[in-house]
């Protein structure tokens, strides 16, 4: 598993704007080995709009959908609170769909 975060400060360093990061998780999903890939992107609101992608027989949207989001079998999203914890845990989780 592969995971970042953007930062709003990420982006007003710069200029640059959320559309801009939207191929980055498919990036990180094409290193070798890596079964899922996680994009954090920090929001105003104190949330942070989660990006994900998986290679095999690994269903993201499953994880996607725990958190009120959703998409496609290797393609999904969802939105989770800005705290270390609620990375952790999210973090947990999406280790388990490899298991």
Do not use: Q
């Not at 290679?55 to 999203?77: M, P, Q, T, Y």
């Amino acid at each position: 598993m592969v995971w970042s975060i953007v930062r709003e400060e990420d982006f007003d360093t710069v200029g640059g704007k959320d559309e801009d990061v939207d191929p980055v998780v498919d990036e990180m999903r094409s290193i070798r080995d890596v079964k899922i890939a996680i994009l954090f992107r920090e929001r105003k609101n104190g949330l942070l709009r989660v990006s994900m992608r998986s290679k095999g027989n690994i269903n993201v949207a499953s994880l996607a959908e725990r958190f009120n989001g959703g998409g496609h079998f290797d393609a999904a999203g969802c939105y989770i609170s800005n705290r270390s914890g609620s990375i952790k845990e999210f973090l947990r989780l999406a280790g388990n769909l490899i298991r």
